[in-house]
Structure formats: structure tokens, C-alpha cells
């Protein structure tokens, strides 16, 4: 758990880019029993050790009021608070198809990506939870690793947050790969759209956790992802992680049609491979997927972002009927089918020995 003093992004925003700061909470809460637990109290040290305010509550789901005089400002300063509690259901969700199932070690992320999933899969908690027994958790994943035998079950971590962002608090995500590398029949996987993967380079993974930085056409990243690390960060990041041996991939993700698409898209994967390192060219793997919204999340996003120049026009889109019952809207299959035409050819180009995974 370091303890060295981190800078809050308002603070350093003239001399430094602003993606290259740590998250800093601007209010802590713990809520009962999270004390109790070692992470809990490396926690509390750490918050007074920043000068953080912070509280007891009897439940995250007693924070409601945020301060601030609009709905925009209540929801900007809620994704600047933490709570820290102790995860109750120790019955993971399915996360088919990259994984069997959801690993949490918290929900919740820092960033302000427009067309974030977790807009409406958090609704009216959007304030960032981290579990502090996260040896039960493990105890968990162990029973369904045993279950899973002689096939190998995967976590996913990054269902319900970014988990790199809040690592710096709670060395979570450094604890599982360790335990995975010892389990021959368990395999970690998570996403990211940030850079400090410092903690997790001198790790022994044994090679059973793969990390994916999710990257984007340059345009894209710059207008809707405000609060997440910038594209040069997460590349050599990459660069990091292929050298301390972790199987590497690439979730482009959301594939977004916009004037200048096909030059935003081939830019990309032209400076991919141009930064990254030899090591971490072999075994790549790509997973493309263009943009989709829901009608609630749509609703969501204009409250939220209500400058954004996300384009979400119904009659540009194709529906389609979703599983549970709400629909999405994609690209008509001509437009997805130039799009996936275009990025696989430039990965293939580029990256000949790489595997894409999927186009959905
Ligand atoms: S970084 Fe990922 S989890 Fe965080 S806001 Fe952006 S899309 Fe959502």
C-alpha cells in the first residue's frame, strides 16, 4: 500500500497532462465492519495520510444527496467519492462471453467516458465502492475454479469499474494475480483506460492474467473520454506489460463513425505499431466493438454530458433486440461492415501474427 502524498489532478492541471495523476477522492466514506478488515485500515491510513475528509455511514445506500446546485455537478462530485464496505454477495454474475464470470473488487470508475456502460448499469450510484474482504472474494473464485475443473474458468474484473484506477488504494488487482498465477485452472482478464501499471510489473503472474488497455482513434478519445489517461500513456503502458511478460490485448472500443473515421481508425493502428515493443507485437489480440446505445443510457448521457457531440440518431441506427428485453442501437450493417473491413485489414497489416476475437 504506498503512502507517498498524491497530487489532486485541480492542483497539477498547468504543468502536467492532466491523465497522469492518480485519483485523489475529495470524500471517504467506510461503512460498518470495513475497519475490521487490514485493507480497511491500510485504507483509513492512507486517506489521513492524503488529508482526505471522511465519515462513517451505516450504508452506501444512504449517500444521496450530493453537494451542488445541479444534477450535472451532483453527479460530477459523487464520481469523486469513495466508499469503502465489505462485499456481502459472494455469488459472482455470469460475464460471457470474455469471461465465465464477474470478479468484484469494486464498481465505480474516476472516468467521464460519454458513452460509458456503467451510465446506467450504476443509475443513481455513481460514486466509486471498493471491498475491502477481498480474501473472501478469492475464497469465492476458488470454489468455482474447483467447480470448473478440468475446464478453466476466467474472471473478468473490469465488469463494474476500472480496476487500475483505484489500484493505487487498494492494491486489489496486484493481490488476484498473484493468487491466479498459482491456479492452474484459473485465468484473470481485465480492461483499462489508464497507465499505472507500475504495481503490477515486478508481479508473478505466471502468464494467467491478461491484460487489455481499451484505446481509440485519437478524435474520439479527446472529445468523449474526458479523465482517463491519454493515448500515448496507455500505449506504453502496454509497451510495460508486454515486457513484464503479460499476455497483451486491445479492445477498440466504442468503434465510432465520424467524418474522418477511416484516417482516425488507420492512424491508430499505424502509431500501435509504431510505439509498441517488439515483445509485445507477438500473441496480440484484438476485440472491436462499435458503438452501441441503449434508449436509457441515451437519456442519461444528454443529462450528464449535456454538451457532448456524441451523435446518437435513431434513424441513422440499426436496432437491435437485446436479450433481456431492451434493445441497442448499432451501425447499419453497411456502415459496421465498412468499419470492421477497415480496422481488420490495418490490424492484419500491422500486426500479422495477431488474433482478433471478435467484431461486435
Ligand atoms: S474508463 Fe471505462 S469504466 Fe471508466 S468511465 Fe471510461 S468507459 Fe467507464
Request: charged share 30%.
Amino acid at each position: 500500500m504506498p503512502t507517498e502524498k498524491v497530487v489532486p489532478s485541480s492542483a497539477t492541471k498547468s504543468r502536467t497532462p492532466r491523465a497522469t495523476v492518480k485519483f485523489v477522492p475529495e470524500l471517504v466514506y467506510f461503512e460498518p465492519g470495513a475497519l475490521d478488515y487490514p485493507k480497511g485500515k491500510q485504507i483509513m491510513a492512507w486517506v489521513k495520510a492524503q488529508g482526505i475528509e471522511h465519515q462513517m455511514t451505516t450504508s452506501h445506500n444512504r449517500i444521496t444527496n450530493f453537494p451542488g446546485e445541479t444534477e450535472v455537478e451532483q453527479y460530477r462530485i459523487a464520481k469523486r467519492t469513495l466508499v469503502v464496505g465489505v462485499r456481502k454477495t459472494l455469488k459472482f454474475d455470469q460475464s460471457k462471453p470474455s469471461a465465465e464470470y464477474a470478479i468484484p473488487i469494486g464498481t465505480g470508475c474516476i472516468g467521464h467516458c460519454h458513452y460509458c456502460y456503467l451510465q446506467t448499469t450504476l443509475g443513481a450510484k455513481p460514486y466509486i465502492r471498493v471491498y475491502v474482504n477481498t480474501d473472501d472474494v478469492w475464497s469465492a473464485a476458488k470454489r468455482y475454479i474447483e467447480e470448473g475443473k478440468p475446464e478453466v474458468t476466467r474472471f473478468e474484473a473490469s465488469c463494474t469499474s476500472d480496476p487500475l484506477s483505484i489500484e493505487h488504494i487498494t492494491g486489489s488487482l496486484s493481490e488476484l494475480i498473484e493468487k491466479m498465477a498459482q491456479e492452474e485452472f484459473g485465468r484473470l482478464r481485465f480492461v483499462t483506460k489508464y497507465h499505472h501499471v507500475e504495481p503490477l510489473l515486478d508481479l508473478h503472474h505466471n502468464r494467467r492474467t491478461d491484460v487489455r488497455f481499451s484505446v481509440n482513434a485519437d478524435d474520439v478519445i479527446r472529445q468523449f473520454e474526458p479523465g482517463t489517461s491519454r493515448f500515448e500513456e496507455r500505449i506504453e503502458a502496454a509497451g510495460k506489460i508486454a515486457r513484464a511478460g503479460y499476455p497483451l490485448g486491445f479492445i477498440i472500443a466504442p468503434i465510432y463513425w465520424y467524418n474522418g473515421w477511416e484516417e482516425g481508425y488507420r492512424t491508430l493502428i499505424k502509431r500501435l505499431a509504431e510505439s509498441l515493443p517488439e515483445e509485445a507485437k507477438r500473441d496480440l489480440t484484438f476485440e472491436l466493438i462499435q458503438h452501441r446505445y441503449t434508449k436509457t443510457a441515451k437519456s442519461v448521457i444528454e443529462k450528464r454530458y449535456p454538451k457532448s457531440k456524441l451523435e446518437m440518431k435513431e434513424e441513422e441506427r440499426k436496432y437491435k433486440w437485446g436479450r433481456w428485453g431492451q434493445g441497442k442501437y448499432v451501425y447499419p450493417d453497411e456502415k459496421a461492415g465498412a468499419l470492421k473491413t477497415l480496422i481488420s485489414e490495418q490490424i492484419y497489416e500491422h500486426f500479422p501474427t495477431s488474433r482478433i476475437l471478435y467484431f461486435t
